[in-house]
């Protein structure tokens, strides 16, 4: 049995120095009211209970002439024993929030492997590669608009060492832009449409490197954050789906499959599975969403009987129970892991 999974860890960058030091310290980090060092051990904690063999993680510290995404994480896999030792990057980005796996090499061999040509600033319709740029009609007008990503997905070539299958790994996390400028209601709507529409041109794009995929007959899976789902805000119904529908598939039956959105897809009322906890300081609340996926292609789902978990501190009962598990999700981050269990 082996485990895959994603986690989107809130602000992991901060928690390290520029030689890629865990800062075990009592200075606040950057989550709120959580100091470095607790927040460290509580990461310590869930990646432990967590026991996965590979692990897409989504905001991974940064990547730059003075920082190293690598580092950092080989040395807190390090200083907590992880099985999931080793650290790969792909593209690197300007946001301080990588996309990088953290895998188990007694088990795996990964390699940053990214498909698509690679593009000028014209860009290319056919899904070019991820780096590069996505000539895309996003608001109907005939005149292609230029699509980049701000945090370049993370293809992954990943061998299981034991039978020698091949999977293809696409770590995500695609999100709408604030609507920075806008200086009236009209302008904050215009901007978050259109920033809206940039989005799900990215999860089109996506999509159309999945289809590559499942034509060439490779195992895919597509794990991380999408910030967007079923139901999730009033722009869908402008729009009409989302963009973790267009990844999916749009068939009646998709070509790929995770059970928590469908679950969402298929119940636009009562409760549904979420993946993150946010504070609402104006309203002195915890808005609850769903995020995270773990989308598989329909071999491995038929082949490796595949079984999924989140690991929220309140909904599922083991962590519920585990106080010290709960609590450090809790402190950990904004976001919970979720994970699939895979008989290869």
Not at 147 to 174: A, C, D, N, Q
Not at 175 to 200: F, T, Y
Not at 279 to 294: F, M, T
Request: with cysteine.
């Amino acid at each position: 049995m082996l485990r895959i999974a994603t986690y989107n860890v809130e602000w992991f960058n901060a928690l390290f120095d520029d030689e890629g030091t865990l800062l075990e310290d009592h200075e606040w980090s950057a989550r709120q009211d959580v100091k470095r060092g607790d927040q460290l051990g509580a990461l310590g904690i869930v990646f432990t209970a967590l026991d996965a063999d590979a692990v897409m993680v989504i905001e991974a510290p940064d990547d730059n002439r003075h920082r190293s995404t690598v580092r950092a994480l080989e040395n807190f896999a390090h200083a907590y024993g992880l099985r999931a030792r080793q650290a790969l990057l792909g593209f690197r980005n300007s946001t301080q929030q990588e996309i990088a796996l953290l895998y188990n090499p007694d088990v795996f061999r990964a390699v940053h492997d990214p498909q698509g040509d690679e593009t000028g600033k014209k860009g290319a319709r056919d899904a070019p590669r991820f780096d590069g740029v996505f000539r895309f009609d996003v608001d109907i007008d005939a005149k292609p608009d230029l699509i980049t990503f701000s945090k370049p997905p993370l293809e992954v070539r990943l061998e299981v060492k034991e039978t020698g299958r091949i999977l293809r790994l696409i770590g995500v996390h695609v999100k709408s832009k604030a609507p920075i400028g806008a200086d009236s209601p009209d302008e904050v709507m215009r901007l978050s449409i259109d920033n809206r529409r940039k989005q799900l041109a990215q999860c089109v794009w996506l999509r159309q490197r999945v289809d590559q995929h499942l034509a060439a007959g490779d195992p895919v899976i597509v794990l991380g954050d999408f910030n967007d789902g079923p139901g999730l805000d009033e722009y869908e119904k402008l729009f009409g789906r989302s963009g973790v529908e267009i990844v999916l598939g749009e068939n009646s039956e998709p070509e790929l499959y995770d059970p928590h959105a469908r679950m969402a897809l298929g119940r636009r009322v009562g409760a549904m599975p979420v993946t993150a906890r946010f504070y609402i300081h104006q309203e002195k609340r915890y808005l609850q969403a769903l995020l995270d996926y773990v989308m598989v292609s329909s071999d491995i789902l038929r082949d490796a009987a595949p079984r999924w978990r989140i690991w929220h501190p309140f909904d599922d009962p083991v962590c519920y129970h585990t106080l010290e598990l709960r609590e450090a999700l809790l402190t950990a981050s904004d976001h919970f892991p979720v994970s699939v269990d895979l008989t290869l």
